[in-house]
């Protein structure tokens, strides 16, 4: 039994006006998604446990079975994780995101979504600046970066930057214990970022300037049990990001990097799906994360999401569902997103999203039906992680493995 889930993050929105009051999933063309609700079970699930925030964090979690609110302990060290840095118990990892302010003003969270090779000559000359023993700053991909620092503020209340896009700064800076060291850091970072070269060059282009850091997202390294351990299988996660990168390997999943995988419109969509089916054709499990969706709701541009809904749809869903029924063997397909991004808001949002389950091989699917946010009449049908983790226990209970404990009963 192989076992597929095809996340596309942050699909999830409200109506847009300029869509003619459709949201942008039910406005975009999915024909394969529409088959797929069609011939398998559709459900609206929650992804978020309550009282927590709806970062792709927790909700990535739930879609890969765990509960958050039982071992989750921030974003950031997650991506350490991922990005195999080594963290003692007293470190605390900080998320370090390049960003433009302009005026005042979250100008942008992504410094005009500024390339891998630029921000990483940033985070150099940051390091050169500013770090030191038990404070280093680690360069990731395009504006997403980590700091490790021993002893770190982790009960600092902060913010992420995508989630104030176009409002003042002032009003989210970090607050709480030791709220002043993370705020000097983070005005540090603007002399160092001043008149740096790749600054210089992205302003001659016209493009936006990182302008200085923002940290948030901090916590102490995190453990989860393994997919393994769990579930007797093996198998992987395919994404641009650290963050899922990191869930992979907590997870012990393979991570593989694929070459131009950028998170956005621009990605490497043949890549993902090609490592995707590399996995598949020696490994049980396989979980491809497309960020654009995600992306584009936070730069509110609901034209933009549409398109990426499209060709998570054509570039990522075909594919992949094609390749399963040729091969002709038992599969479960699931397809879903980790929470709402909606356009309007420029941020996440905590409203159950759809989900549908496909056990295959199917065969000729001539109808669709709608997969979005009115499924169910917009009324949650239970948690996600609960549904995926009775689909992985039934895999388990062949495997004679014990499967993880319920976060939460279905309705």
């Excluded at 896009?165 to 060291?181: F, M, S, Y």
């Excluded at 351990?229 to 641009?240: E, M």
Aim: glycine share 10%.
């Amino acid at each position: 039994m192989k076992i597929v889930v095809l996340v596309g993050d942050g699909m999830g929105d409200y109506p847009v006006e300029s869509l003619g009051g459709k949201t942008p999933l039910q406005a975009a063309r999915i024909p394969t998604l529409g088959k797929i609700a069609a011939a398998g079970e559709v459900r609206l699930v929650n992804t978020v446990p309550d009282g927590m925030p709806p970062g792709s964090d927790v909700a990535n979690m739930a879609l890969l079975g765990y509960d958050a609110a039982l071992n989750y302990t921030g974003r950031a060290p997650i991506e350490a994780a991922g990005a195999e840095i080594p963290m003692k118990p007293s470190d605390v990892a900080f998320r370090c995101n390049l960003v433009t302010v302009a005026d005042g003003t979250m100008d942008d969270y992504s410094a005009g979504h500024i390339t891998t090779e630029e921000g990483r000559a940033l985070v150099r000359s940051l390091q050169e600046a500013l770090g030191k023993e038990g404070l280093t700053f680690h360069p990731g991909v395009q504006y997403r970066h980590l700091l490790i620092w021993d002893g770190g503020p982790a009960e600092c209340d902060c913010v992420p930057p995508h989630e104030f896009t176009d409002k003042p700064v002032a009003e989210h800076l970090p607050k709480g214990n030791r709220q002043a060291e993370i705020r000097e850091l983070m005005e540090l970072s603007k002399a160092v970022f001043a008149d740096h070269p790749v600054n210089q060059k992205r302003i001659a282009e016209g493009k936006k300037p990182a302008t200085q850091i923002w940290l948030w997202g901090q916590g102490n390294a995190m453990q989860l049990e393994t997919y393994k351990a769990l579930y007797g299988l093996g198998g992987g996660v395919v994404s641009a990001v650290d963050l899922l990168k990191g869930l992979a390997k907590l997870a012990g999943l393979e991570a593989p990097d694929v070459e131009g995988a950028t998170g956005f419109l621009d990605t490497n969509y043949q890549g993902k799906v090609d490592a995707a089916l590399e996995i598949l054709g020696r490994e049980d499990f396989v979980f491809v994360h497309i960020e654009a969706p995600d992306e584009c709701g936070h730069m509110g541009d609901a034209q933009k999401k549409t398109q990426a809904i499209e060709e998570f749809d054509s570039r990522v869903v075909a594919p992949v569902f094609q390749w399963l029924e040729e091969a002709g063997e038992p599969y479960t397909l699931l397809l879903c997103t980790d929470h709402r991004t909606p356009v309007a808001l420029k941020g996440h949002t905590a409203e159950p999203v759809p989900m549908v389950v496909l056990t295959g091989p199917v065969g000729k699917i001539d109808t669709q039906v709608a997969f979005d946010e009115d499924v169910n009449a917009g009324n949650a049908q239970g948690m996600a992680c609960t549904w995926i983790q009775q689909i992985l226990s039934r895999h388990a209970a062949k495997q004679e493995t014990k499967p993880t404990a319920n976060c939460g009963g279905l309705t």
